[in-house]
T-cell receptor
């Protein structure tokens, strides 16, 4: 069974700090990885996608992929209270997408 | 407005009844997906469709039926609802071109309660 596991948290960081979210996956055939943000009662929205080993930066967000270790992470720099949400890690193999259970992040003002 | 819409947003039904959840997208994306989200399980893929008249099972397809006669619509039917199908259901469409453009857009969700 293909799985994506996340540190379940909850994670609390002070405003302005770096939040680090981690994810491991079981299927070495997974091609792409995604980080979604989900506010309570809302639908997931895509923050970052990453396909190659290494880092990918987009504004305050940096995704990191290490295929040898089957590890994906998301760093949020200068965390803001508006970043408080659940973050979902996902991988895909072809048309099948597998999601982790999410990590709840609270940014404390 | 462009995007994905789902209806109804909230539904209460009884065990054994047939329920259909509707999903409509205005982008003409080829791929569409149905997920359910439950505490402790995250999002799980029920069915997906690569194009009109092409559907395939996901991780948890039992008890569900899908059809896709038109690109823009992807209804999900619970043939005989059970309490274990109480969940939040999300429809999504996918834009997929070159590497780096794979993105799923989610609808607002349908909260289904089976009594």
């Amino acid at each position: 069974q293909k799985e994506v596991e996340q540190n379940s948290g909850p994670l609390s960081v002070p405003e302005g700090a770096i939040a680090s979210l981690n994810c491991t996956y079981s299927d070495r055939g997974s091609q792409s990885f995604f980080w979604y943000r989900q506010y309570s009662g809302k639908s997931p929205e895509l923050i970052m996608s990453i396909y190659s080993n290494g880092d990918k930066e987009d504004g305050r967000f940096t995704a990191q992929l290490n295929k040898a270790s089957q590890y994906v992470s998301l760093l949020i720099r200068d965390s803001q209270p508006s970043d408080s949400a659940t973050y979902l890690c996902a991988g895909n193999t072809g048309n099948q997408f597998y999601f982790g259970t999410g990590t709840s992040l609270t940014v404390i003002p | 407005d462009a995007g994905i819409t789902q209806s109804p947003r909230y539904k209460i039904t009884e065990t054994g009844r047939q329920v259909t959840l509707m999903c409509h997208q205005t982008w003409s994306h080829s791929y569409m997906f149905w997920y359910r989200q439950d505490l402790g399980h995250g999002l799980r893929l029920i069915y997906y469709s690569a194009a009109a008249d092409i559907t395939d099972k996901g991780e948890v397809p039992d008890g569900y039926v899908v059809s896709r006669s038109k690109t823009e619509n992807f209804p999900l039917t619970l043939e005989s609802a059970t309490r274990s199908q109480t969940s939040v259901y999300f429809c999504a469409s996918r834009i997929y071109g070159t590497v780096g453009t794979d993105t799923q857009y989610f609808g607002p969700g349908t909260r289904l309660t089976v009594l």
